[in-house]
């Protein structure tokens, strides 16, 4: 034992030194837990057309700005992982493959050009190539410096995705101003419907330490165009007002400034009083519009691009300007006045329902809101959620947008996935996205897409924005789960161009994420697509919505009927009993159809034009209703519930021939969150057809399987510690 241990010991220790040191040589220096995200930059198997890799590459970089060095510095890192060789910093083109980066200002070369670039606006870019000096090259090319950042990542973005950097002839810019994420992180440390560890912000130790994640955080975000945050939870802490707060808050700003990024806070209506000594916060009162405009000064003085304050008011018992019998625009108009010297705006929320309105729940906001179009100040955006619920697998767009065409409407999307399996779902979000920017509010006649509305097209508004709750945390890999990348990705990529497909996006995540080669990423994608349509089935097909566990909003729970307020149950959404199934929110029952403009809402008050996927959100029907398809409606839900269980299955076959083809971790972690989606779709079907025969005794089709267990057992199960309540 004794000789084993000092003889073969180091013979091991040399051995496995050896080891290491040959992954280090090949650029591995640590394993692949996702935590690069989609720029990880590895070598690509050969070089693309226009790069000569027998040398390094020249990088003709203008002078400048923190964001024109951040440019520079991420085409060295990129180009420096993808070719193996790091660029050589010039200043003239003297070889063929050169790239030339910067503005018409910052640099004689770029200037040399002389390319248009009215079209660009401040964060557009241009990718071209040229002939400078006799030689082929790239130039990437923009107004301003954070134009060229965005088209540096954009060129990375082809390398990675396999594009040669030949004939390159393109321009972008975004469509949307403002193009943020919310996080709803607490002080403490904790994140409200969070699934992927804790705060990534270290209130703690800020100011003084500033974690190197916040550079990474912010490399990741400008490079899909994402140019704000909201760094605190909308069920907000008066707290992070503070002086000491805001020097935290001032810290984090410094970090994400070169990268185009600007902090944002929600504000907490009744600070004045929490932490302003004042006995009100009524919006109309001198001394609390005061309080509020000492307070943006303070902000301004500390932070001189803080972007402004979202603000959740008068919502699931948040303070608001109700509280004094005002109404949300006196709210809204009191802070956009307090920011406007500053160039500061409010982000407005729409998701409010009152436990006193006994109007259906999915009517409030537009209720609430429609009478205030044209109420608000200039600098006042409204963000609305995708669908008037609440974030559901699949729920109609919400017919606020297209009916205030006064008021710059905001979308909100939920990146984390509250209600579609958490972080071990594999579900791409970016079909339903694309599903809700597509959808024609016919507001304005045939083509009036609520993603125009968002983009300020339809109604000629030029402050817009987009707003997607962050899926962001402490885990190694960010988001939870690899695949719950992709949505955050999705999210920056939709939000700087509301048009683009979801399957484009996929392919380049996929690509980016894993491996250019179409053999992999092809079956990336094609799981990727059918992901959300298969949540939808296991768990809400058919337009069923809101039947997750109470609260936490784990796993199915459609009998629920124990939390206080009625429109919090799952019963109250699908209204079943032994002779039907659904929510009539026709003419005939709750009348939210004729919110929508009068083409669309009279698809939906018809049986016959109301499309299957939202049948029993405005429906209550018979359960032996005939569908389009001939079968009845009860074999129609007991076949897409298994349905979507099957997908899974196919997901996870897809993933397994994938095997020995992607790195070892990842794999391996995507594999077991597979097999837990695949168990829990299996609940979620069995226990939700176990729930709906016993209210309709009906037999299952032909050929499909009975639950596994008891409805008595599903109702048994109970989940105190699930994440993220
Ligand atoms: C609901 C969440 C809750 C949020 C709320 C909101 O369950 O945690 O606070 O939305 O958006 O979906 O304000």
Redesign the pocket.
Known sequence: MNRSRSGVGPRLLIAGLAVLFACLGAGRAHAEDGHDLWLRYHALAAAPAGIDTRQAVQLVAGQGSPTAKAASGELVRGLGGLLGKTPELSGTVSRDGALIIGTPASSPVVAGLHLDTRELGREGYLIKSVVVNGHPATAIVGNDDIGVLYGSFRFLRLLQTGHPATGLDLRDRPQVKLRVLDH?DNLDGSV??GYAGASIWDWWKLPGYLDPRYTDYARANASIGINGTVLN???ADPLVLTPAYLKKVAALAGVFRPWGIRVYLSARFSAPIEIGGLKTADPLDPAVRQWWRDKADEIYRVIPDFGGFLV?AN??GQPGPQDYHRTHADGANMLADALAPHGGIVMW?A?VYSEHDLDDRTKQAYNEFKPLDGAFRDNVLLQV?NGPL??QPREPFSPLFGAMPKTPLMMEF?ITK??LGFATHLVYLGPLWEEVLRADTYAKGKGSTVAKVVDGQLDGHTLTGMAG?ANIGTDRDWSGSVFDQANWYAFGRLAWDPTQSARAIADDWARMTFTPDDAVAKPIVGMMMASREAAVDYMTPLGLAHLMGAGH?YGPAPWDDSLPRADWNPVYYHRADKNGIGFDRTRKGSDAVDQYAPPVAAEFNSLKSTPDAYLLWFHHLPWDYRMRSGRTLWDELVMHYSHGVDEVKQMRATWKSLDGRIDAQRYAQTAAFLAIQQNEAQWWRDASIAYWQSLNHLPLPAGYAPPAHTLDYYKSLSFPYAPGH
Request: proline share 0%; hydrophobic share 25%; aromatic share 22%.
């Open positions: 709803w409200e419907r939870n909308v069920n959740k919502s699931e929320r998701f959620k609440d974030f939920q509250e209600y709750v909003h």
